[in-house]
């Protein structure tokens, strides 16, 4: 059972990035899905989510309008596209679902 997240870098301020989350060992395509960031000195928190199908998502307000979640279920993979980049989006960015996580891929955004 593994989740495991790609696509991290350092960015500048405006930028873009996808991330990507991989998933095996469970049946991918019959839960729900979310993705999380913590920033350094910050709890974590949840930045999305997106249902088994992919049918539904829902957004932090703080990321509204700019981040875009989805999933090929065909793929057993789960992405994160982040637009318009800011600094206070720096953080580790984790996937997770049915109860398992993954190790988590560092987002810097800074001129």
């Known amino acids: 059972v593994q989740l495991v997240e790609s696509g991290g870098g350092l960015v500048q301020p405006g930028g873009s990035l996808r991330l990507s989350c991989a998933a095996s060992g469970f049946t991918f395509s019959s839960y729900s899905m979310y993705w999380y960031r913590q920033a350094p000195g910050k709890e974590r928190e949840l930045v999305g989510q997106i249902t088994s199908t992919g049918n539904s998502r829902s957004y932090a307000n703080s990321v509204k309008e700019r981040f875009t979640i989805s999933r090929d279920n065909s793929k057993n993979t789960m992405y994160l596209r982040m637009n318009s980049l800011k600094p206070e989006d720096t953080g580790v960015y984790y996937c997770?679902?049915?109860?398992?996580w993954g190790q988590g891929t560092q987002v810097t955004v800074s001129s």
């Open positions: 997770s679902g049915a109860g398992r």
